[in-house]
């Protein structure tokens, strides 16, 4: 029966975080994370090592089907993703001198109403207005955003995903798909650096959940990447923001009620 029981938990945990990651670019965390805490009691810092684990396999098959179909800006991602690795870790340092606990939920509930707003008010920018800013512009907006986007995922410990997508296509003008793929392009190697360095201090994981989530979060990100890149921009919006939508109110009722 614990076996059994291990198979559903990391298979839904597997499933939503994959679905997360192939068609917003969210990190596999905040959905592994919870519900290996929840419900197989796996301790907290373990739990967090095997989300970044599952992150990456997912994240680079993800970024790998975005970019053959030519939605992701790595000139730029990769500046970005620079940015956000430095200022990761100054973050994780302000954060160890500044004691708060106000802000545990910051991803979820930025999930959520990320959802909603995709939902309500989809992101139409088309790749022809992406490429009317100078390149100058991009290369600037990419480090200040990414020095922010780093900070605050040092200093809270989640939402690089979703802060990446928010600001790619809000403040830096990416149409949705190409915002995905960058944004995933992104979280494959900070994750990968994340999960290094986590096992690094930590105790070892349990290879069989750790391996049944990287297997399931590989398989529904390339599903749910598949399918975005083919979809047109009103139904991904719309796909995009069920998905966070839901995932954001399961994960906020999972930790109220358990």
Known sequence: MEYIL????TFLAGMGAGLGTGFAGMSAAAVITPMLITFLNVD??????????SDVLASAVSAYTYGKN????IKNGLIMMAAVLMFTVVGSYVSSLVPSNTMGSFSTVMTMFLGIKFIFKPVMTTKQDMEKASRKK??????????LIGFICGFVGAGGGMMMLLILTSVLGYELKTAVGTSVFIMTFTALTGAVSHFSFGDAPNMLIMGLCIIFTFMWARIAAVFANKAKPETLNRAVGIVLTVLGITILGFNYLF
């Open 6 to 9: 291990v198979v559903i938990i």
């Open 44 to 53: 907290p810092y373990t739990a967090v090592g095997i989300a970044l684990a």
């Open 70 to 73: 030519k939605n992701l800006d």
């Open 138 to 147: 991009k290369i600037w907006g990419s480090l200040i955003c990414g020095a």
